[in-house]
């Protein structure tokens, strides 16, 4: 006998699972678990109806005539930007016929000398570290991936939170991937438009790729970061000074994984190995029982993302805490919108008995 009750059940069943796979929302999106059709481009109108406002995607940014926005804040802000620091080498990061006292580093220039304590008065440090001993301040660059769905299921499970570095171009082609960072709870920092070594831009250029990429992010995700991470750690005085009159945090890293140059010569998966336990032997041997550490990590490709699950285990067993690096801040308000808060570090730590949040 036909049973209709359990015909229509098996119906919106299957409705609700094809519902549940596919780009229409943050949490559909985040039900996908085929990487091909993770990465299927796809059209959301919330960002698409503003493209128009963006300097082309993946392509250097520059100050575009038609955001008035744009052009009123660099107006506002641009002779606050010293004009004694030029522009350093290429954007692909050459740095050939750059002539520069290397000695003395008048400018501050991370690139050169890892130098984190600006030479201009009034400019913030680099946040290099975190204040809390014991503790990771931990965080990934390079995203949204488009395959990040496994990744982000992981540290799920864990209930841990990170702080992720958003490319703007990322945000742009891959919106709702953004949108599931702010969903699980993570902190979303900028990490610029196109991905390219910050000194060598024009001041007006440099400020345009900062701009978009806390544009991208806010037309997204409805947030506007306070934070960010320049590629490569490529900063001096006048990059810094651009971010810190948009309100935004200079946050770099003492130590790398190096797990972005897998492929590069010399450099293997066990290289990467390498460098997280030492980063762990780090801890072991009392480096971080006054200040905790910040790794350089990525969510820049399966490999790099996997090789996070991998150590994370290891690292969970050896820091007391690992947080965002706002949390290991008490930075509570990570956004210019006073509508979502983090954490203080004492009520993430208190609330999941240590190790992680």
Known sequence: MFDLRASTLLVALLATSALAQDHTSEQS???????????????YAPSA?????????????????NDAAGQAMWAHISGSIPTNILPKGQLNGSTINVTYDRVNDPDCWWTIRQCT???????????????????MGYGFDDGPNCTHNAFYNYLASQNQKATMFYIGSSVMDWPLEAQRALADGHEICAHTWSHRYMTAFSSQDAFAELWYSIQAIKVVTGVTPTCWRPPYGDVDDRIRAIANALGLQTIIWKYDSNDWRVGQINVTTATVDSFYNLFI??????TFNTVGGIMLTHELNNYTMQEAINFYPQLKSAFEYI??????????QPYKETNYTLPTFQQCTCQLHGHAC
């Open 117 to 135: 304590t600006p030479k201009i008065a009034g400019l913030p440090a680099d946040v290099s570290a975190v204040p809390e001993p014991r503790t």
């Open 49 to 65: 109806q503003y493209i128009h406002n963006f300097p082309p995607i993946w392509q250097p940014a520059t100050l575009q005539a």
């Open 281 to 286: 032997n780090n801890l072991t041997a009392g």
């Open 29 to 43: 999106e985040a039900q996908i678990n085929d990487p091909n059709l993770e990465c299927t481009p796809y059209y």
């Open 323 to 332: 947080v965002p690096v706002g949390v290991a801040l008490n930075k509570t």
